[in-house]
T-cell receptor, first 113, second 114 residues
Framework: AQSVSQHNHHVILSEAASLELGCNYS??????LFWYVQYPGQHLQLLLK??????LVKGIKGFEAEFIKSKFSFNLRKPSVQWSDTAEYFC???????????FGQGTTLQVKP | KAGVTQTPRYLIKTRGQQVTLSCSPI?????VSWYQQTPGQGLQFLFE???????NKGNFPGRFSGRQFSNSRSEMNVSTLELGDSALYLC?????????????FGPGTRLTVL
């Protein structure tokens, strides 16, 4: 069965620390991967996505992710977090000609000022 | 442009009742997907509609159903509510029903079943 897993459920960092959130997917065929963020009280919004081409993807607000096919991974990174990055982060995967997304369990990031 | 809208935003029902939730996609978007979000299970796919046709259904009982209208607006219905149906129900729209398309999410409907 298709699945997406996130390793870190709750991460606490101080401002200016570097961030890396793990995401692994488990399915074959066409792989499209996404990172979504949910700020407190706001909608889910897209940070970045990968569907082909350069495996290093840059998104909004200084986030980037690297698709490593051999490791079935799509980890999210940011070199220096800010207090405003406090949010819940979701990795999601899609495949083929369907809008169905499979989400990871989510990672709650708390950034201390 | 206006985002995805969902109504109502909050709903309280009792066990055994039924409920209908509504979703209006972004103008021009033809694909609508529904997700259930709970603290224990996270975000789980319910179903996807494109051009009034259900293209995919998640692993939910038959009490969960949906439909899409010709203007792409969508509704989902849950009959014979159970306590475990308490959740945030999210609707997402995208231009096409292709997995590389960005899905735009609405604010959700918070359903509480007593």
């Amino acid at each position: 069965a298709q699945s997406v897993s996130q390793h870190n459920h709750h991460v606490i960092l101080s401002e200016a620390a570097s961030l890396e959130l793990g995401c692994n997917y488990s399915y074959g065929g066409t792989v499209n991967l996404f990172w979504y963020v949910q700020y407190p009280g706001q909608h889910l919004q897209l940070l970045l996505k990968y569907f082909s081409g350069d495996p290093l993807v840059k998104g909004i607000k200084g986030f980037e992710a690297e698709f490593i096919k051999s490791k079935f991974s799509f980890n999210l990174r940011k070199p220096s977090v800010q207090w405003s990055d406090t949010a819940e982060y979701f990795c999601a995967g899609g495949s083929g000609n369907t809008g169905k997304l499979i989400f990871g369990q989510g990672t709650t990031l708390q950034v201390k000022p | 442009k206006a985002g995805v809208t969902q109504t109502p935003r909050y709903l309280i029902k009792t066990r055994g009742q039924q409920v209908t939730l509504s979703c209006s996609p972004i103008s021009g978007h033809r694909s609508v997907s529904w997700y259930q979000q709970t603290p224990g299970q996270g975000l789980q796919f319910l179903f996807e509609y494109f051009s009034e046709t259900q293209r995919n259904k998640g692993n939910f009982p038959g009490r969960f159903s949906g439909r899409q209208f010709s203007n792409s607006r969508s509704e989902m219905n849950v009959s014979t509510l159970e306590l475990g149906d308490s959740a945030l129900y999210l609707c997402a729209s995208s231009l096409l029903a292709e997995s590389y398309n960005e899905q735009f999410f609405g604010p959700g409907t918070r359903l509480t079943v007593l």
